[in-house]
């Protein structure tokens, strides 16, 4: 007897154990969830979705699919397979058991008829929608598979000949307007009105010419040039707004990476298009949705790489803004808010539950993906787990302005994962949101959001100048006074100097700069006849303007400098920026003029080219202490100001050269043009030099490297 306790004591203590950790495994998936960090590297997450089950034919009780492209959840949850290679639309109910299926049907014209590699499908309120492929027609059923009727290949002016009506997918929005993709049309996507007539094209792809081909068109247009398409479209998916989410694989893989690494939207695998055919989709992640980031990625056997863009073959719409994209060519799911951030990312291919070997399609029902694998001719279902609970929570308390409860979910987000960036964005939205623009900019300083930290500057520049709006306008007109002052004086000294017989003091040849920037001719022409500057006042010039720009490249704010370098490679930096180029244009235009009768000698080249600079002075302090006021929306006057200063450089080296060395306007126009060209040339034999130089060191060492070791 006490043996037998002593058994069903340890056989309970064991069902205890297995029951604690069923949980556990039901939380655990044959893949890994990540996001991407702004420099493109993966950042492990947890599991926003888990595998729950696989929906087979078995559990429908029907027989097996064939090639299946397409499902679609009704508003009742009623299931709708395109099972493509049977020739059928099979229909379930919300429990997926086997109701119904479309083969044939009596046409319009009471001929027996049937579906033909049926793809595309979408259901509404009264109808099934189903693309019949092979047939180039849409099939129009009620819901009890009643046949209604039949819409053929548009006729319209505006199609062309060579326009194929081949239907995969379809979506109908809430007037019953029917968008198509036809996967062998270049021209976009249908819209055909709800009584089949055609409507237009919309969405057309913009076709990727190369640069040297636009050239030779502009060039000679009348000489027949090779023709270059545009992507085909492969899929698409509707909101509840009524706005057209399409997906395309047709981009080649060099200009669609060319995409992902610049930004570029007009290449974007996926596109939300309003009913004009208008990408309106928001793009403000760090990179623009288009599935894989990094381009060469491995799945769970090492000897599986898979390399190139993703393969992105369908879209789903889920709640709150989430939307999700299905990568054929990885087997990977990729989800993404509304503003076209990436939430996270999961899924792998293999025989497991929860990997998948050719997905096809996406839906989403509730919070639960299905995703339908033509390979394995089933479903996998997906189950939300409680991150992705919290996730979807918070960007519903967004949409609702209830930015409190956001940021309370945002902080329990990051508290589980504190590698995703988007937490730190949305901490940082909604304590902007909330008004605390102080406390935001940490947080958008951690993940490199500049416009975000713009914008909370910019409302915190705005709260501080109304409350010290007098102290303002007070340093401004002190400044501007102390401004005239002091080039009033400098106006004063440079006066007295023309009259002046004795020796200069350096101040006296560094103020002559100011002069020299206004009155260029005449100040060239005294600065090399009367001797109004110097060597040591020309370099005075170019440590100054060293400084200044030393302070540009540590002295911006994080708007316009967020990535911030040592102090030691800002030093090399800022010195070698303006002593390189100084010195390849003095070499290069002394050993021009020399040959071209330059009446200028080397150093009056250099005296001439240093006070060219003088214009740096006055421009990089003054906009970089600009930066530290100025918001991103006020860039545009940063960059005119600094495009000015080069501008009156280069005028200012420009006429003292021709002052220098007496030439003529047009003489000096090529003499210049041939120094930059020098420059480059001077610049191609350092460094041919310098490889060689390395090479040779390296040579050396591999000698005796072999010497010791003999």
């Known amino acids: 007897m006490k043996k037998a306790s002593r058994i069903f004591i340890a056989v309970l203590c064991l069902m205890l154990l297995v029951s604690c950790m069923i949980p556990a495994f039901a939380a655990t998936a044959p893949y890994e969830t990540y996001t991407y960090s702004m420099e493109g590297s993966t950042m492990s997450s947890p599991h926003a979705y888990v595998p729950e089950r696989i929906i087979t034919n078995y559990d429908m009780g ?45 046409n319009e014209h009471g001929v027996p008829d049937a579906l033909s590699s049926p793809q595309g499908l979408f259901v509404t309120d009264e109808t099934i929608y189903v693309c019949d492929t092979s047939n180039s027609r849409i099939v129009c059923f009620d819901l009890v598979g009643n046949f209604q009727r039949i819409i053929y290949a548009p006729q319209a002016d505006v199609m062309g000949e060579d326009t194929i009506f081949h239907p995969v997918a379809i979506s109908v929005d809430s007037s019953g307007r029917m968008y198509i993709v036809s996967d062998q049309t270049y021209s976009g996507i249908f819209s055909i009105n709800p009584d089949g007539t055609f409507q237009g094209f919309i969405g057309a792809q913009k076709a990727d010419v190369p640069l040297a081909t636009r050239i030779r068109r502009l060039l000679f247009p009348d000489v027949t040039a090779e023709e270059y398409i545009t992507a085909t479209y492969n899929n698409c998916a509707i909101d509840e707004d009524g706005f057209l989410y399409v997906t395309t694989s047709d981009i080649d893989e060099e200009t669609l990476t060319s995409a992902i690494t610049s930004g570029n939207e007009d290449y974007a695998p996926v596109k939300r298009l309003n009913s004009q055919g208008d990408d309106i989709m928001k793009r403000n992640g760090f990179f623009i949705p288009a599935g894989e980031v990094s381009l060469t990625t491995y799945n769970s056997n090492p000897n599986e790489g898979t390399t190139g863009p993703s ?30 951030i990436l939430l996270f990312a999961f899924g792998d291919k293999g025989a497991q539950l929860g990997n998948l070997s050719q997905p096809t399609a996406i839906e989403y029902r509730d919070s639960s993906l299905y995703v339908l694998d033509a390979t394995l001719n089933s479903i996998t279902v997906y189950k939300r787990t409680d991150y992705g609970d919290v996730i979807a929570q918070a960007l519903k308390h967004t949409d609702d302005r209830e930015y409190s409860l956001a940021l309370s979910d945002w902080e329990a987000i990051r508290k589980s994962n504190n590698n995703f960036d988007s937490a730190y964005r949305g901490i940082a939205n909604n304590l902007y949101r909330q008004g605390h623009y102080e406390e ?26 109304e ?42 040849e560094f103020i002559y700069g100011f002069y020299l920037i206004m009155h260029p001719f005449d100040a060239y022409w005294d600065l090399k006849h009367e001797k109004r500057g110097s060597v040591r006042g020309a370099l005075l010039i170019d440590a100054v303007v060293i400084v200044s720009y030393l302070y540009y490249l540590v002295g911006r ?29 003095c070499v290069a235009n002394w050993c021009l003029t020399t040959l071209f009768d330059g009446e200028g000698n080397f150093k009056d080249i250099f005296v001439s080219s240093s006070y060219a600079l003088f214009p740096l002075i006055l421009f990089l302090v003054p906009v970089t202490l600009l930066t530290n006021v100025a918001s991103l929306d006020e860039s545009k006057m940063i960059s005119l100001l600094l495009t000015l200063s080069f501008v009156w450089l280069g005028m200012l080296l420009f006429f003292g050269m021709a ?23 001077i610049m191609f034999i350092i460094l041919l030099f310098s490889n060689l130089i390395q090479q040779m060191v390296s040579f050396v060492a591999d000698i005796i490297t072999e010497v010791s070791l003999r």
Request: glycine fraction near 8%; proline fraction near 1%.
């Open 557 to 585: 704010s994080y708007i316009y400098c967020p990535n911030k370098n040592s102090a030691g490679y800002i030093l090399i930096y800022g010195v070698l920026t303006v002593v390189v180029p100084l010195m390849l244009w």
């Open 659 to 681: 002052t220098t060395h007496g030439y003529s306007m047009g003489k000096n126009v090529l003499i210049t043009i041939f120094t930059i060209v020098g420059m480059m040339f």
């Open 440 to 465: 935001s900019l940490m947080y958008y300083e951690a993940i490199g959001e500049t416009q975000g930290y713009s914008d909370s500057f910019k409302a915190m520049r705005k709260e501080w100048v």
């Open 467 to 508: 409350k010290y709006v007098f102290v303002v306008i007070i340093v401004v007109v002190v400044l501007c006074i102390l401004l005239a002052k002091f080039f009033k004086y400098v106006g004063k000294k440079n006066e007295e100097g023309i009259t002046k017989l004795t020796k200069r003091t350096l101040w006296e």
């Open 311 to 340: 393969t992105i073959v369908d879209v789903a719409i889920g709640e709150n803004g989430m939307w999700t994209i299905l990568d054929s060519k990885r087997c990977r799911l990729y989800t993404y808010d509304s503003d076209g």
């Open 62 to 106: 029907t027989t097996a699919l064939k090639s299946a492209k397409d499902i679609f959840f009704d508003d009742d949850g009623n299931l709708y397979i395109s099972d493509t290679g049977n020739n059928r639309v099979v229909v379930c109910n919300s429990d997926f058991r086997y109701q119904f299926e479309i083969s044939s049907f009596i």
